[in-house]
């Protein structure tokens, strides 16, 4: 003879869910439903079985716990997380970015980072600036960059200051690179202790060579320009990190 089906005598919870079904998840005598389905805290706190009770427990202490190693994780990723440095040595304090020089009666418009975008001082001689490139355009070939650095002297006009340095003269493309001046050993000398050290950005037509540049009143005799003036302080071979821009 067949043997008669098993049934449960444990309460169940009355609950009827979408698909007509009874719940049937266990719940103390006391109740008709579950923890899940209950409509207020104390109903569902006494629904819970013993069992259900100790589970119930035990996973909130394991999400409170988890609190703290789940911050600690999302602190040490964060603290690890690159983050964006701001380049100190040099601070941008004018002009702003899109601005437009007449030289030798054409208008040139900066590229949208400027003329300049970093510059400084290498040890032991070497000072040197990123430049953006642009599109000439009609004049494409009539200009060249060349850059130009003095130490600043009070007692000495800044048109007029003869201990300039410059770099060769070179063309200008639409892509970004660097330029250095290998400085002399007189002017070295001179940032013994920390000097600020200017440096010019001129636009030279391509029939002046920078050899004829002896000042900087010489720039726009020649039919040149200046496009930016930047400066930082170095003494000693040892770049110190400040720096000021000016048009």
Not at 37 to 51: F, M, P
Not at 110 to 118: E, L, N, R
Request: proline share 6%.
């Amino acid at each position: 003879m067949a043997s008669e089906p098993t049934i449960s005598m444990e309460p169940t919870c009355q609950f009827r869910k979408s698909n007509a079904e009874l719940c049937k998840r266990k719940v103390s005598p006391s109740e008709s439903m579950c923890w899940q389905h209950a409509r207020s805290w104390r109903h569902r706190w006494i629904s819970l079985t013993r069992n259900q009770t100790i589970i119930f427990v035990m996973g909130v202490l394991a999400l409170v716990a988890g609190i703290p190693s789940a911050w600690f994780a999302f602190d040490s990723w964060w603290q690890s997380h690159p983050k964006a440095v701001q380049n100190t040595d040099h601070v941008e304090v004018s002009p702003s970015k899109l601005e437009s020089k007449t030289i030798h009666r054409m208008t040139f418009t900066s590229p949208k980072d400027g003329w300049m975008t970093q510059w400084g001082g290498s040890p032991p001689n070497i000072v040197w600036a990123v430049v953006n490139g642009f599109d000439l355009g009609p004049a494409k070939g009539k200009f060249r960059y060349i850059l130009l650095c003095r130490i600043d002297d009070p007692t000495i006009d800044e048109q007029q200051d003869t201990t300039i340095e410059h770099s060769v003269a070179f063309a200008i493309n639409p892509e970004s690179f660097k330029i250095g001046i290998p400085t002399s050993q007189s002017f070295i000398a001179r940032t013994i202790s920390p000097k600020m050290v200017w440096i010019y950005l001129l636009l030279l037509p391509n029939t002046v060579q920078p050899e004829q540049i002896r000042t900087l009143s010489d720039v726009d005799r020649l039919g040149g320009g200046l496009l930016v003036k930047n400066g930082f302080q170095w003494g000693g071979n040892i770049l110190v990190i400040r720096g000021v821009r000016h048009s």
